[in-house]
C-alpha cells in the first residue's frame, strides 16, 4: 500500500495555485489526477457555511478549458449540437449554457458549459476527469468540422458566495459586474491581462468563474482574499457537500455513460424543439421514446430519517424487502442539519413522499423520497 501511494503520489498533477494551497495549510488528496486541496484548518462545515454566509474561492484550475471552432471560419455550434442536446446555435455571445456530451445510446460522456465568446468561437468546461476522452471523442464525432484546443496556460478560479459581487467589484474596480446575468460572461482586465469573468458556479449560490493565465492566479487569488475574512480558500469537501444540497450531479457518481438526461432528471436541458427521435443528435431517438413512455430507473432525493448519513454505494429497498436501486451521493447537510442524499430507483418508486429503506450493516434506515434542491435560496 505504502508503495502504491508514493507511486500515485508521483504522478499526481498540480495547479498553478498548489504551492498556494499549501501555504494556506490546506490537507491535500488525490482527485481526477491532480493533488488537490479537500479542507483547510477550518474544516468542512465551516467552509460550507462561509460559502453559504459570506464568500469561498475555490481552485478549478485542473478541470478542462477549451476552444471549439469550425474548421471554415463559420458557427461551430451546429456542429457541436450533433452531439449535445443543447441549443448552442441560439446561444447569443458571452451567453452560456450547462448541456451534457452524449453516446447515440443517450448516455451521458460528460457535462459540460458552454459559452459563446464570438461567431466562430465557442469556449467550453469539462470535468477533469473526463477532458481527455471528451476531446477525443468531439475530435472522433466531429473533427471534420471543428477544431478543439485545450487551454493549458489557464488556471480558473471560481468565487462564489452572497458576498461574491461585493468582493469581485473590489477586487477589479475598473469593470461594473452588477448587470451580468446568470450564465452571462464578459472580459475584465487583471494585471494588464484579458481575462474571461462567467457569472455561474456549481454551489447554488451567486457567484463567478475566472479564467485567468497560471502567472497571474496566485495575484489574483491573493487580491480576492485581500481582507481575509470575506473571502476564504474552500477545498473539496464543502465543494461536494454544497452541490448536493443544491441537488447538482457529481459526473461519475450521479450520471455516467449508462445514464440519460431523462434518467437523470435533467431532461431541462433539452429544449423543446429537441426532444423529437429527428432531433439529430446522437442518442436523440432513444431519449425522445424514454419521454414518451418513461424510464425504468430515476434519480432522486433522500431524506433519511435519524442523523445517520448515507452514502454512495449504499442499497435501497422497497417495502417488501425489494432492492430498487442505490444510493450515488451521501452526507450530511450543515445548512439542514440533517442527512440528505440522492441515487437511482426504479421509477415505480421515485415519486416525493414515497417511504424507502436504506440497508448499511445489516440495519434498516427508513428514508422519504424528496423534490430537489434539498434547500431553496433567497
Known amino acids: 500500500m505504502a508503495t502504491a501511494s508514493i507511486k500515485e503520489q508521483q504522478v499526481l498533477l498540480k495547479t498553478p495555485l498548489w504551492a498556494w494551497h499549501k501555504h494556506h495549510d490546506a490537507r491535500m488528496v488525490p482527485f481526477a489526477g491532480y493533488d488537490l486541496p479537500v479542507q483547510y484548518a477550518a474544516g468542512v462545515k465551516a467552509e460550507h457555511m462561509q460559502v453559504r454566509e459570506n464568500a469561498g474561492l475555490f481552485d478549478v484550475s485542473h478541470m478542462g478549458q477549451v476552444i471549439i471552432r469550425s474548421r471554415d471560419n463559420g458557427d461551430p455550434a451546429a456542429a457541436l449540437e450533433k452531439i449535445v442536446p443543447g441549443d448552442i446555435c441560439g446561444l447569443a455571445t458571452g451567453k452560456m449554457r450547462y448541456t451534457v456530451l452524449l453516446n447515440d445510446k443517450g448516455g451521458i460522456l460528460d457535462d459540460l458549459i458552454v459559452t459563446r465568446l464570438g461567431e466562430n468561437k465557442l469556449f467550453a468546461v469539462l470535468n477533469a476527469s473526463r477532458k481527455e476522452e471528451d476531446i477525443a471523442y468531439i475530435e472522433k464525432m466531429i473533427g471534420d468540422l471543428v477544431q478543439v484546443e485545450l487551454l493549458e496556460d489557464k488556471a480558473l478560479l471560481a468565487l462564489q458566495g452572497p458576498k461574491a459581487l461585493e468582493v469581485l467589484e473590489r477586487t477589479i474596480p475598473e469593470v461594473s459586474f452588477k448587470g451580468l446575468g446568470f450564465m452571462s460572461s464578459k472580459y475584465a482586465v487583471f494585471e494588464g491581462e484579458d481575462i474571461l469573468v462567467s457569472r455561474s458556479g456549481y454551489t447554488g449560490e451567486d457567484g463567478f468563474e475566472l479564467s485567468v493565465s497560471k502567472r497571474n492566479a496566485e495575484k489574483l487569488a491573493n487580491a480576492l482574499l485581500e481582507d481575509g475574512q470575506t473571502v476564504w480558500p474552500i477545498g473539496l469537501g464543502a465543494r461536494d ?9 457529481l459526473y461519475g ?20 424543439q429537441r426532444r423529437t ?21 430515476k434519480r432522486i432525493g433522500l431524506r433519511p430519517e435519524g442523523r445517520a448519513p448515507i452514502r454512495e454505494g449504499v442499497a435501497l429497498f422497497d417495502e417488501n424487502g425489494t432492492e430498487i436501486g442505490s444510493v450515488t451521493s451521501g452526507g450530511y447537510s450543515p ?7 440522492m441515487g437511482y ?12 429503506l436504506a440497508k448499511m450493516r445489516g440495519k434498516d434506515y427508513p428514508c422519504d423520497v424528496v423534490k430537489m434542491p434539498f434547500i431553496t435560496k433567497g
Not at 345 to 356: E, P, R
Open 277 to 297: 427521435a429527428d432531433a439529430g443528435y446522437c442518442g436523440a431517438a432513444v431519449i425522445a421514446a424514454q419521454i414518451k413512455n418513461g424510464t425504468e430507473k
Open 335 to 341: 445548512l439542514l442539519e440533517a442527512p440528505i442524499a
Open 253 to 272: 457518481h450521479d450520471i455516467w455513460e449508462e445514464t440519460t438526461p431523462v434518467e437523470a432528471g435533467l431532461l431541462w436541458v433539452i429544449p423543446k
Open 345 to 356: 430507483v426504479a421509477s415505480s418508486h421515485a415519486a416525493a413522499g414515497q417511504k424507502i
Open 241 to 249: 457537500s454544497l452541490r448536493l444540497e443544491s441537488g447538482f450531479c
